[in-house]
């Protein structure tokens, strides 16, 4: 076997529409679905000719967010890509000392290195991380919906489909998003699994009143009320609630910020994904820290399927990991690879294959190709 050192890295910019647009920044933070995101495809070329790949996050504006990750890569030029341990270690310093890049720069060419290992080693991810399930469960996150009606119509589908569970991100003003609650609540019966994630929308006097609403209606999980980085109020909050509070999926430090809050008793369950939080080896690094305090360590939705194919590998390798989340409906997100997910009976199924077993459909990514770094 060689020493997988890198010898060439190729970061694409791609559009998430057909056409070029110019696009409203400020409409499109609020999510309301019915467009593909911009998207990011790092490609890792060894000296034995092994390409690894991956997905990255595009932001709201590809270019932006591949300009980003094109200073990770002078880093991983020369390096192995089976030394990941080192690799994530020693970029603490690169990056501290003159780089500062946002959390989602790193991923995908941690994510890309670990592709190669395992096509070097003719073996799926999951199975070389130690493979801890075959399959999944998964549960499925709205877009942000017009009101309570749109919500409860939704939930009853998913339910249909046999998914395990529905977390709303709900529209926003506290009695309308408790509205939204109850109306899911009442419409898939008491004994389906819902949570709620307002993405910070509330300050903490109106996020107690309404996780005391959740409570009552059952929920699973109260996920980020308050910003991540508010850690005062949230350890308030998770005193004052029952309602396990979920959160730390955007703050950044990875494994040593997750430790603090665990510490601190910030937050009952964490968050990292293999996009936001430096790839498949941080998300491990948290998995496994989290486990160590009996914690849950939920994995955040990577948004596109390109990339949730490749966070399902640490799934199936962590014991303290209940769900698989994708945001829903699929039609947004589902694109740039010929592999899916392969959803059976409410479960993700294992994918078979070397390496993070993605085929790629790179006639979708040429075309979708505005920049290459």
Not at 57 to 69: E, L, R, S, V
Not at 142 to 166: H, I, N, R, T, W
Not at 325 to 352: C, H, R, W
Request: proline fraction near 5%; charged fraction near 25%.
């Amino acid at each position: 076997m060689g020493l997988s050192i890198i010898k060439d890295i190729e970061i694409r910019a791609c559009r998430g529409s057909d056409a070029p647009e110019s696009k409203d920044a400020v409409a499109a933070v609020k999510l309301p679905g019915g467009s593909r995101p911009d998207f990011t495809v790092i490609t890792i070329t060894t000296e034995d000719g092994v390409k690894g790949t991956s997905f990255g996050f595009g932001a709201q504006d590809a270019k932006a967010a591949a300009a980003t990750m094109s200073q990770v890569k002078p880093f991983f030029i020369g390096r192995s890509a089976h030394s990941s341990a080192k690799n994530i270690k020693e970029f603490e310093l690169f990056d501290r000392r003159w780089n500062h890049v946002p959390i989602y720069s790193y991923a995908p060419f941690d994510n890309a290195c670990w592709d190669i290992v395992g096509k070097m080693a003719h073996l799926p991810v999951y199975k070389i991380l130690g493979a801890a399930r075959e399959k999944v469960p998964l549960y499925v996150s709205s877009m942000f919906l017009p009101g309570p009606e749109d919500y409860a119509k939704q939930a009853l589908e998913v339910k249909a489909k046999g998914y395990k569970g529905y977390k709303l991100h709900p529209p926003g003003g506290l009695d309308l998003d408790i509205a939204c609650y109850r109306a899911v609540r009442k419409a898939v019966g008491d004994d389906f699994t819902l949570m709620a994630d307002p993405v910070i929308m509330y300050s903490y006097e109106e996020a107690l009143k309404a996780g005391r609403e959740l409570e009552k209606l059952g929920y699973k999980w109260f996920e980020e009320p308050l910003l991540d980085v508010d850690l005062h109020s949230l350890k308030k909050l998770r005193e004052k609630l029952d309602i396990p509070i979920c959160g730390t999926e955007v703050i950044a430090g990875n494994n040593y910020s997750v430790a603090n809050c665990i510490k601190d008793g910030i937050v009952d369950i964490v968050r990292t994904d293999v996009s936001w939080r430096a790839g498949i080896t941080a998300v491990m690094k948290t998995a496994h820290l989290a486990e160590s305090f009996g914690v849950k360590c939920e994995l955040h939705t990577t948004i596109y399927h390109g990339l949730e194919q490749v966070q399902l590998h640490p799934s199936l390798a962590i014991s303290n990991c209940e769900f698989f989340e994708t945001l829903y409906p699929f039609d947004d997100f589902n694109f740039g690879t010929k592999s899916q997910l392969n959803i059976v009976d409410g479960y993700v199924m294992a994918p078979e294959g070397e390496g993070l077993c993605i085929d790629y459909d790179w006639d979708f990514i040429d075309k979708h190709t505005v920049a290459i770094l």
